[in-house]
């Protein structure tokens, strides 16, 4: 495979979460175009992967250690927002609650949370964002203030937000995290939406449930080390699940979803 179909390319990369080492000797290269959950416990290094991703933290510099987004080891912030994406918690608790929905979607192309006195919205952009809130079946939270909104209906503006700019890659971390059953449902309907679409997405979750079928290949870490990769249905097996959460496990697939159970009577 030629390296211009990977977007991400990440070679013995060592980094470090304040006095915690996060990853050793991570390597990690993914394609434009294939769907991929990096699936694992709290705490494995998931949320710091993002953080890779977006550039917030940055690997140690050593020799035979690279870490290449687009092909470039070198990033213009401003550009790679505009080719990634990304929704996390984290964006979330940053967002004031007093903003309107219309207000959280359209700051997108502005590369803010909210819209300040220098933003001057065209109509076409106004437009933009009433048109994409409409396929999201989102309109109806256009007028109404972020902090009233629901979990699910907060997650699902952040979503759109992050699509008004057409991303290249989204990466969405723990999209489905603190949802009741019927947000979950209407967050993956939307990611199984995209995913049908020119955008190639990134999931990072410790929830085997928000595994949609257009998933195609799944990465398992622990620990700050990938210990499993392939397509799900080869890798989404009892025995592996049990092992990574180092828990006994049932797994199954039904009607496209995946689902975990405690298994009974199993010893790891």
């Known amino acids: 495979m030629l ?10 990369v060592e980094a470090w979460l304040g006095p915690r080492q996060v990853f050793k000797n991570l390597s990690i290269s993914l394609k434009f175009g294939e769907n991929t959950v990096i699936l694992g416990p709290n705490g494995a290094g998931k949320s710091a992967l993002v953080k ?11 020799t035979g250690s690279s870490l290449k987004i687009f092909g470039s080891e070198t990033v213009n912030l401003t550009k790679l927002r505009k080719r990634i994406a990304v ?15 219309r207000d959280i979607v359209l700051s997108g192309l502005f590369g803010s949370i909210g819209i300040g ?10 437009n933009k964002v009433r048109k994409i809130m409409e396929e999201l079946e989102l309109w109806q939270y256009a007028p109404r203030a972020f902090g009233q909104l629901s979990d699910g209906e907060r ?5 759109a937000r992050a699509l008004i700019n057409n991303p290249e890659i989204l990466v969405l971390d723990e999209p489905t995290n603190g949802l009741d059953l019927k947000a979950r449902h209407q967050t993956l309907q939307i990611i199984r939406r995209i995913s ?13 449930e928000s595994i949609v079928d257009e998933i195609q290949r799944v990465l398992f870490i622990s620990q700050g080390k990938i210990i499993g990769d392939g397509p799900p249905e080869q890798k989404m097996k009892s025995n592996v699940l049990s092992n990574l959460y180092g828990t006994p496990l049932d ?14 009577n199993t010893v790891i």
């Open 155 to 159: 997650r699902r503006l952040l979503i």
């Open 3 to 12: 390296a211009e179909n990977y977007w991400l390319q990440l070679k013995e």
């Open 52 to 62: 890779l991703i977006n550039r917030s933290l940055y690997p140690v510099v050593k």
């Open 117 to 126: 006195r220098n933003h001057k919205p065209s109509g076409v952009q106004i």
């Open 196 to 208: 049908k679409a020119s955008t190639t997405i990134l999931m990072v979750t410790h929830q085997v």
């Open 251 to 264: 797994v199954s697939n039904f009607n496209g979803y995946w689902q975990v159970f405690p298994a009974i």
């Open 87 to 101: 929704v996390s918690t984290e964006l979330e608790l940053r967002t004031a609650g007093s903003i309107s929905g």
